[in-house]
C-alpha cells in the first residue's frame, strides 16, 4: 500500500494551482476547471503523491483550515533538500514567510503563506 493522494483544502483552487506550479514549481497532474478539480504533483517526483488542491467551500473544511491557520500550524509540510535556497529563490518570487530558516533537532524548515489560506512548513532533514 502506498499513498496516492493527498489534499490541502485552499480558498480558491484555480488561484492556488496558479500559484502551487508557477511560484512553488510544481507540475500540472491534472485541471478541469469546470470542476474546480486541480491536482499537482513534484517536478522531482514524478511518481510521487499527486495534492488535490481543495477548495474549501463546507463550513467545516473552512474552520479547520482557519483554525490551525490561527494557531500558526503548517497545513502540510514539502519536503526540500536545501531549504535555505528554496527561502532564497521563493522570496525572490515575492513569498511571504513567517520568520528566517531555522535548525533544531529535526533539522531546518521555514514556514511560508500559500496565498491560499495555508501556512505550508519546508523542512529538510
Known sequence: M???MCSVHVKDPATAFDFYTSVLGFEKLL???????????SAEDPDGVGLLLEPSDNKVAAKYAQGIRALGLPA??????????EYERLGRLGVQFTSEPYTDAFGTSVVFDDTCGNLIQLHQD
Open 31 to 41: 485541471a478541469m476547471p469546470e470542476h474546480q478539480l486541480y491536482i499537482v504533483k
Open 2 to 4: 502506498r499513498i496516492k
Open 76 to 85: 502540510i509540510v514539502f519536503g526540500s533538500p536545501d531549504v535555505r535556497a
